[in-house]
């Protein structure tokens, strides 16, 4: 059984990422890149957060998050991360485009063009027992969100505020969550939250899973 | 000196007040209701905070927060709490509409008509050494925000989604916010910030509250 989770860096005001993504700003205009300091310039005071977030055993990311490019994929388009994504695992990206796989070092960009239900079949087949991760954005996350499909979903809230872009929670509906755990560092808050399945006639998400 | 904080609850998608606000719905439509409820169902859990928002020596609220009438103020509305509010201290109402200030048991309702500055002076020389609290709602907090008027912000973060209403820090612009706390009790999450001046050329808030 696959769990599935998502981290979330995200503004005070709930921004993931600021208006206007582009090749120039990955996560848009604002003071986004103060989203995962904690990750980088604190790393220490956040090393368990940050061991839980590392090591899915696939992942799944938006087509926003995989390039800059909208519209028909850039065939050419390598990704943001050099030669050797940090993933080392497979990655699924959601996309209304065709693309052949793009092969890595250490990791396989698949890119699934018919909808969030099969990339997830494609990703937990590929993770097995183990964790597939809802990489982002937060569109990308809505959806899964959305649809009842994320069992763990991890908050890092930096005390910023961005004002516009893409929003975590944004037309997510009625999801309900509990709260599992939550620590305040000093420049982030951590929040961890199980997400139960929204619809009272679905009373586990595996049913939905497995489709 | 004035200490100024205010105390909001919000979702975990940053609504203080769902859609629709009315006299059978104060906080408006969706599941609005919870967002108190570690106030009042987890009380143990959370006396240290319970304390720290009670016993403001002075108190400013937006008009929609007194009651639900819109337009010119209803002259007889008593507000929500009955002949002894629970605020046993000057309360300075926001409204762009005139009223006789307004004596209940232990509270006395101004009612402001020439913005937020004013009613800070005001509150401000009401509480004198003491603090001014801004009660809220959302939209009131956000102007104070925004102004760079608020020393403490308190956020309350229940782990439910309204997906629509008021929402805070909606247009408060580039504020600096420093985190100063943060608890995650069982059903809520507790974070403090001191808010900084927005304004560089503003290198403290303290003019601002005196005009």
Known sequence: MTLVTADM?????GYAAG??????????????????????????????????LNGADAYIMGRNMFGPDRGPLDQDWQGWWGPEPPYHAPVFVLSHYPREPLELTGTTFTFVTDGIDHALGLASRAAGDGRVDIAGGAHTVNEYLSAGLIDELRVHVTPVIIGGGARLFEGVGSIHLEQTGGRAASTVTHLTYRVHSPSPTDPT???????
């Open 9 to 13: 860096n995200i503004s005070l005001d």
């Open 19 to 52: 208006p206007d993504q582009s090749l120039s700003a990955p996560f848009g205009e604002g003071p986004v890149d103060v989203l995962s300091n904690w990750m980088f310039e604190a790393a220490d005071e956040n090393a368990v957060e940050i061991a839980a």
């Open 205 to 211: 998400t595996e049913n939905r899973k497995s489709t």
